[in-house]
């Protein structure tokens, strides 16, 4: 197979059949094609989960030790193809290079940390109530996973989901967004390549609506994990509820730094100024609301201002952009429409797009407003793109009410050099993860991950919290008297 091809990958083969082809664009220069997609129909969920359950025993047999290994040579294969998968994915979903360089080598640190997990304890001896009889817990696999990704994070979700998956035993369908499975193809390629056994991890390339509805509705998995929008992830979950799959979803965000009186201004400046803008404000935990209480309005929006003229709005593959292009023409249309509502409220700082072919690519200006009302659709919607909007607050409590003001429940932060108000902020903030005098976005691989509210479905992902999600517990007991 071509690099630049991707197609479903099932039992360790290439789908030999190609259905519909689609070309994938440069998202920083539209004219420019990148490769095809050759997307496979519904039947494909099947045969994917067919050639998984095939390979389920035999993966299961091998033991986490064994697992964990094949999981160091993922690692170190993608590792040894860091540049070329970067390079790809930037060209494919628009992420900037110096930003998906980063991706990649968290991806590595995913799979060792994973990796590790293998030699690990599991589970716990229990007293029994009667005597010579060891009670203990262990975990199982669950079976067949689906895992369906989105293409904000190309490598890390992916591998943050298929990574636990695998070492706890199970075998893995894997529908990787549209947008990002030029990306995803390689990721297999670098899996096989490294030896996992055939059926192990498999590739389902084709629509959300055909093959991942497919996979949630009708094949017969045993888990799901599902990151994407919260209007798709509700359906998912709705689907698995029914067929009583244990399942996880991650939706959306609309995330609030909150900046008081007294704040360290620049220190805030640069964490939302990286929260809202990095990826194009394409993270589900992107910073998107910025509270600022009255004291220090004012010098926050000059320091903004400042700040924002040294953001480099590019093409996703010059060295030196720290805003790349959208990923898609759907988001270009949705966050352009977005722009349009936000050209009409008091626009407070803009990244310069003076030598920017603004036309070549689907780029929208970072942009910060104010003077929006807290039930704004700004202020309220998931924009996911380089928009934010200031609120103003006069106290402490106000900030945690506008803050908490939201269906959504994944990241909050909060400025301030008193620790006493930043704890009180870390306990009354309804968000899955919660900061002081950090940004909203940034996650760590070891750390659990996940949202309140319509974020998610109220589990973890990451660290050992994935390990919960990707096995159950078995409680053992064995009599050995008399
Ligand atoms: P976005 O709007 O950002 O594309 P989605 O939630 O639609 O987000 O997509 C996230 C992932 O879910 C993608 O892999 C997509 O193909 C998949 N998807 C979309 N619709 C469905 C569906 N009805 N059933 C299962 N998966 C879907």
């Known amino acids: 197979m071509a690099d630049v091809e991707s197609r479903s990958w099932i039992g360790g083969e290439w789908a030999a059949q190609a259905g519909e082809i689609v070309e994938v664009h440069d998202p920083s220069e539209v004219s420019r094609e990148v490769g095809l997609l050759h997307l496979s129909e519904a039947a494909a969920a099947s045969e994917a989960v067919e050639a998984a359950r095939y390979a389920s025993a035999a993966w299961d047999r091998q033991g986490s030790p064994a697992r964990a290994e094949a999981l160091s040579a993922m690692a170190a294969a993608l590792e040894r193809d860091r540049e070329a998968v970067a390079a790809l994915a930037s060209q494919e979903m628009g992420k900037p290079i110096t930003e998906m360089r980063g991706e990649v080598a968290r991806g590595v640190q995913i799979l060792r940390f994973y990796a590790a997990e293998g030699v690990r304890a599991v589970g716990e001896v229990i007293p029994h109530s009667q005597t010579q009889v060891l009670q203990y817990t262990t975990r199982r696999p669950l079976g067949v996973v689906g895992i369906i990704t989105p293409w904000n994070f190309?490598?890390?979700?992916?591998?943050?989901?298929?990574?636990?998956?695998?070492?706890?035993?199970?075998?893995?369908?894997?529908?990787?967004?549209?947008?990002?499975?030029?990306?995803?193809?390689?990721?297999?390629?670098?899996?096989?390549?490294?030896?996992?056994?055939?059926?192990?991890?498999?590739?389902?390339?084709?629509?959300?609506?055909?093959?991942?509805?497919?996979?949630?509705?009708?094949?017969?998995?045993?888990?799901?994990?599902?990151?994407?929008?919260?209007?798709?992830?509700?359906?998912?979950?709705?689907?698995?509820?029914?067929?009583?799959?244990?399942?996880?979803?991650?939706?959306?965000?609309?995330?609030?730094?909150?900046?008081?009186?007294?704040?360290?201004?620049?220190?805030?400046?640069?964490?939302?100024?990286?929260?809202?803008?990095?990826?194009?404000?394409?993270?589900?935990?992107?910073?998107?609301r910025i509270i600022v209480q009255d004291g220090v309005y004012g010098a926050?929006?000059?320091?903004?201002?400042?700040?924002?003229?040294?953001?480099?709005l590019g093409p996703a593959l010059h060295p030196d952009t720290y805003v790349g292009p959208l990923a898609s023409e759907a988001q270009f249309e949705k966050v352009s429409r977005y722009a349009h509502q936000a050209a009409r409220a008091t626009v407070v700082a803009q990244a310069p797009v003076e030598g920017v072919d603004l036309g070549a690519g689907y780029f929208v200006p970072p942009t910060v407003v104010t003077d929006v009302a807290p039930g704004d659709p700004l202020v309220q919607e998931e924009i996911f793109g380089p928009l934010a909007a200031i609120l103003r607050c006069a106290s402490f409590d106000e900030a945690v009410a506008l803050c908490n003001q939201t269906v959504y429940g994944l990241s909050a932060a909060v400025f301030t050099r008193d620790l006493s108000q930043g704890l009180k902020f870390l306990d009354a903030a309804d968000a899955g993860m919660v900061r002081v005098n950090q940004e909203t976005a940034g996650v760590e691989y070891a750390a659990p991950f996940g949202g309140l509210k319509q974020s998610g479905s109220h589990s973890r992902e990451q660290g050992t919290a994935a390990l919960d999600f990707y096995s159950h517990t078995k409680t053992c007991a064995v009599y050995y008297g008399p």
């Open 154 to 288: 190309p490598v890390a979700i992916p591998l943050w989901k298929i990574a636990p998956a695998l070492l706890c035993g199970n075998t893995v369908v894997w529908k990787p967004a549209e947008s990002a499975s030029l990306t995803a193809a390689r990721l297999a390629q670098l899996a096989a390549a490294s030896g996992l056994p055939a059926g192990v991890l498999n590739l389902v390339v084709g629509r959300g609506s055909e093959v991942g509805q497919a996979l949630v509705e009708a094949a017969p998995l045993d888990g799901l994990s599902f990151t994407g929008s919260t209007a798709t992830g509700m359906r998912v979950a709705a689907a698995a509820a029914a067929r009583n799959i244990k399942y996880q979803v991650e939706m959306g965000g609309k995330n609030a730094a909150v900046v008081l009186n007294d704040a360290d201004v620049d220190l805030a400046v640069s964490a939302v100024v990286s929260g809202a803008f990095r990826s194009a404000g394409q993270k589900c935990t992107a910073t998107s």
């Open 300 to 312: 926050f929006c000059d320091r903004l201002r400042q700040a924002m003229r040294a953001v480099r």
